[in-house]
């Protein structure tokens, strides 16, 4: 059982530069989620997707691009990083929008020099 | 809007200790309230969760009972084990909204023997 698969596991940046951080899940959760963690802030919500086809903005999407590839696929694209951006990424998948746990991938450690 | 304050960590506390881990919130209406747990280098895991006021969510010897008279969701454990050591985040999702959870900042937790 894979759950929710991240990757890469970590990357460096320089200013400027792109990249896209990849995320699925196999348990045919219809929501999936992108959320960066930071020291003494907890988990932040970047976007969210509650069904294939959808995209939401979260409480921090400036910097950052998504895409609902499919049901299983949901990727977070930075299109010229920041050292602002140097953050844990997780993404997350649930059954639905309302009241169901998420399942969380492993995270990618990114940072920007 | 929404919010949920935890205590400070770290938490340190020999192997068979009582733990408590304080989780008070801000929210209206009748929030479900979650506990999540970090274990070093994974992604955030469900613990356990409450749906209504005097619920009390429990799972691997930990205990957590939603107050509304006081908006509290403390965590608890009467004996916990050094592979207990984790970071562990209160959230709280507001039924009936988009399910983007807000999270306390996390409180670390470290068991020595």
């Known amino acids: 059982n894979a759950g929710v698969t991240q990757t890469p596991k970590f990357q460096v940046l320089k200013t400027g530069q792109s990249m896209t951080l990849q995320c699925a899940q196999d348990?045919?959760?219809?929501?999936m989620y992108w959320y960066r963690q930071d020291p003494g802030m907890g988990l932040r919500l970047i976007y969210y997707?509650?069904?294939?086809?959808?995209?939401d903005k979260g409480e921090v999407p400036n910097g950052y691009n998504v895409s609902r590839l499919n049901k299983r696929e949901f990727s977070l694209r930075l299109e010229s990083a920041a050292p602002s951006q140097t953050s844990v990424y997780f993404c997350?998948?649930?059954?639905?929008?309302?009241?169901?746990?998420?399942?969380f991938g492993n995270g990618t450690r990114l940072t920007v020099t | 809007g929404n919010s949920v304050t935890q205590m400070e960590g770290p938490v340190t506390l020999s192997e068979e200790a009582f733990l408590t881990i304080n989780c008070t919130y801000t929210?209206?209406?009748?929030?479900?309230l979650f506990w999540y747990v970090q274990y070093p280098g994974e992604g955030l895991q469900l613990l356990l969760k409450?749906?209504?006021?005097?619920d009390k969510g429990s799972n691997k010897g930990f205990e957590a009972t939603y107050r509304k008279e006081t908006t509290s969701f403390h965590l608890e454990k009467g004996s916990v084990q050094v592979s207990d050591s984790a970071v562990y985040f209160c959230?709280?999702?507001?039924?009936?909204?988009?399910?983007?959870?807000?999270f306390g900042t996390g409180t670390r937790l470290q068991v020595t023997l």
């Open positions: 997350a998948s649930s059954w639905t929008l309302y009241n169901s746990p998420l399942h």
């Open positions: 348990m045919n959760h219809n929501s």
């Open positions: 997707s509650a069904s294939e086809g959808t995209t």
């Open positions: 929210a209206t209406g009748y929030p479900s």
């Open positions: 409450a749906t209504k006021a005097d």
């Open positions: 959230a709280l999702n507001y039924t009936g909204t988009a399910s983007k959870l807000t």
